[in-house]
């Protein structure tokens, strides 16, 4: 905690907001990629307290809100028609499906848990040899190697009643995928930096050069955010385009090789679904042909028709920064977290979440 | 908290001789076992004279304006660091009835016990609520005991009901309270959540987080014997934590809340393990706490008091009620930015990252 609390001086917070009001000279846009920069932004109430010149641009980076549509039905369908003990991260378990949540599946009698590390699932399918024991292997890079541990570990252990339902989202991709979108209009990013701690800095250097944009690579405490738009303007505002570490405190350039061999190990790089933005190409994760025993969408039948997304949700745009969250006619209105029409209004760390929650937008 | 612990190394409780080891659905038969188990254990352990009666309800005397209240307990596992369901019942229905401004005397108390618990630990149980009874200076006098089918219960489940008098200097009710008031918390936010999560969740932590419950009856009784009326409101922030509570009586009130982040009290390792789960501790249940909002011209008198208090002495002003923005909590977080505090729409769930 002390070493949490000194990223959230009061003190050191205002000078560097009295940097970036004497820094900025003309309008921009900043996206936070991540879902996590979007809950400290408003959690700290760090938006308003920005100058008018700065606008923060909600990114796509919440994995629980872009986990397609279909593979939720699967997963509920896994959890009450199959004999499976489906286990879950927490925030996943709200999401809607077409027809309905983990957490409705569950009061209906599946058998659905939460767990904070996949390991534990391994160890929940040994316990239970007569069930089959799938986990929602959801997340952005920074999940990935231990989904993948699991996965390994299931196959040394000769577990065989072990399963992922992998839905890996990565980040370099759906930052070119906004970037290409033409209604965009993003003048720097803030790259998540749980995942660069993984991955490392150098898949930004290619976007930052081809696309000349500003790429601070930034932690989630407040200070953090602070300085990592302090950093994106300066460069903005010297013309420059580079690639920046704000969280070298954490992050080195080359990342973690011990995690990215095991993520290698198990997964192959695919194209993927992203809920309301549709598909990116190799922004995705597939469980690898030599484990596909312990790829769930592999071993287990399961036929669930593609179902479209309610046409009033406008996620996408708001998950590609292109609108705010109460620039759509819904929010507040017929979506609220209670009833959410799409993922971003369900996730803690989904935009319209976050503004409902936190801004005032809205009355409880 | 740590004075039951010690009580209950004092007591000389040992376990009764019995021919059985678990519940079974005899023993909510009102048969002979029914007789076996309450006899054997409950009667004995939580005696009394009005109890002893053993008719149907409990004859009491009670003068004067008395408040009346019940709970029911659920709580998986029932054992968790810091305590037990049996003295979350009792605690927690005699802190309702304090935060009423009343006196707690008389509870009763009703078991739906899961076929199979073993009597061990509704022995352990039982003890408990012995021991906080004893804290808290209240008497069972009436009771029931069910038993469902296995699968059909959780271990156990526990009502408890109670009825007190109101303490003569009270004046305690959200319509006096007052654009001015401080709000003052009377301890450490969100331990009990978070003890009950460790365990749930199978985490382990450093340092083990114990739950916070406890009878709150004196502390609260001390500040009305001082302070009368100038406490205007008492409530005791449980499910939903001190962002649902809060949130209620803006509404209720229609008067506005600021409240200061960096004023909240809270354990280093109940912060450390709420970040690491992405929890909000506002929103994180507590046991033995409250809130109150007092006049301001007494609020550091008040506050003096109860850190004086064993029970009170991590109490801070959290915040004060301001007549700008009605209905709505706005919180000032640790770096100076403000948001709005709002109801869960449901269960807080631990986030992916």
Same mark, same amino acid.
């Given at each position: 905690m002390k070493y949490m609390s000194e990223y959230r001086d009061p003190e050191l917070a205002k000078k560097y907001l009295e940097e970036i009001k004497n820094t900025v000279s003309r309008p921009w846009s900043i996206m936070e990629v991540c879902g996590g920069q979007t809950h400290s932004l408003v959690k700290n109430g760090i938006i308003d307290m920005l100058p008018d010149k700065v606008t923060m641009i909600h990114g796509p980076g919440c994995p629980v809100c872009v986990t397609p549509l279909n593979l939720i039905d699967k997963a509920v369908f896994l959890a009450l028609e199959k004999n499976v003990i489906l286990c879950s991260f927490g925030?996943?378990?709200?999401v809607p499906g077409s027809q309905k949540s983990l957490l409705e599946a569950k009061a209906e009698g599946a058998d659905v848990r939460v767990l904070y590390s996949p390991l534990e699932a391994v160890k929940i399918a040994q316990d239970n040899p007569d069930k089959e024991v799938v986990f929602f292997?959801?997340?952005?890079?920074?999940t990935a190697p231990a989904n993948a541990l699991s996965v390994v570990h299931a196959h040394r252990s000769g577990v065989k009643n072990y399963a992922i339902l992998a839905s890996h989202v990565l980040v370099p991709p759906a930052i070119k995928a906004v970037i290409d979108d033409e209604e965009s209009k993003i003048d720097g990013f803030l790259a998540a930096g749980h995942v660069c701690t993984i991955m490392g800095n150098t898949e930004y250097h290619p976007i930052s050069a081809t696309y000349k944009v500003p790429i601070v690579v930034t932690g989630f405490e407040p200070l953090d955010v602070l300085q990592g738009i302090l950093m994106v303007i300066r460069q903005l505002e010297q013309s420059k385009s580079e690639v920046e570490n704000q969280y070298a405190r954490i992050v080195r350039?080359?990342?973690?090789p011990e995690a990215q061999k095991v993520i290698n190990e198990v997964f192959e790089i695919r194209n993927q679904m992203w809920r309301g933005i549709g598909e990116i190409p190799d922004s995705g994760y597939a469980v690898r042909k030599k484990y596909e025993a312990y790829d769930a969408t592999k071993k287990y039948e399961v036929n669930i028709e593609e179902a479209p997304e309610n046409p009033k949700c406008i996620s996408g745009q708001i998950m590609k920064g292109i609108k705010k969250p109460f620039e759509c006619s819904q929010f507040g209105k017929t979506c609220k977290p209670t009833n959410p029409l799409g993922a971003p209004m369900v996730s803690s760390e989904g935009a319209c979440a976050a503004y409902y929650h936190f801004s005032g937008m809205v009355e409880a | 908290m740590s004075d039951n612990k010690n009580l209950r190394m004092q007591l000389q409780c040992p376990m009764p001789q019995l021919d059985f080891d678990v519940i079974t659905l005899g023993h909510g038969s009102g048969g002979v076992l029914t007789n076996k188990l309450l006899d054997s254990g409950v009667f004995d352990l939580l005696k009394n004279d009005i109890l002893e009666e053993r008719h149907d309800g409990a004859f009491l005397e009670l003068n004067g304006k008395t408040a009346f209240s019940t709970d029911s307990f659920l709580v998986s596992? *029932?054992?968790?660091p810091g305590g037990n369901i049996g003295e979350l019942a009792i605690n927690g229905t005699v802190n309702d009835l304090a935060m009423c401004g009343a006196i707690p005397k008389y509870l009763s108390l009703s078991f739906i016990i899961e076929e199979g618990l073993p009597v061990k630990e509704f022995w352990e149980i039982l003890v408990s609520i012995k021991i906080a009874c004893e804290n808290a200076g209240v008497q069972v006098v009436t009771g029931d005991t069910k038993v469902v089918e296995k699968g059909k219960g959780d271990k156990i489940f526990i009502n408890t009901s109670g009825i007190g008098t109101i303490h003569p200097k009270a004046l305690i009710g959200?319509?006096? *309270?007052?654009?001015g008031d401080k709000i003052i918390i009377s301890g450490n936010m969100a331990s009990h959540g978070m003890a009950i999560m460790s365990v749930r969740e199978g985490l382990e932590f450093d340092s083990e987080i114990q739950s916070d419950t406890t009878n709150l009856n004196h502390s609260v009784s001390n500040l009305i014997d001082k302070f009368g009326s100038a406490i205007h409101l008492l409530t005791d922030p449980t499910r939903g934590g001190v962002a649902t509570v809060l949130k209620e009586i803006a509404q209720s009130t229609e008067l506005g809340i600021d409240i200061f982040q960096k004023d909240f009290p809270i354990n280093d390792q109940v912060a450390s393990a709420c970040e690491l789960l992405g929890l909000d501790p506002l929103y994180v249940a507590n046991e033995g706490l409250f809130i109150a909002f007092v006049s301001a011209s007494e609020a550091n008198a008040v506050l003096k008091t109860l850190q004086e208090d064993e029970k009170g002495k991590n109490a801070k002003i959290i915040g004060s009620v301001v007549?700008?923005?009605?209905k709505q909590v706005i919180l000032e977080s640790a770096i100076g930015g403000k948001r709005v505090v709002s109801m869960l729409p449901g269960e807080q769930l631990p986030r992916i990252c």
């Open positions: 925030d996943m378990l709200r292997a959801v997340g952005f890079e920074t350039e080359e990342g973690n | 596992p *029932i054992f968790f959200s319509r006096n *309270i007052k654009v007549d700008a923005h009605p």
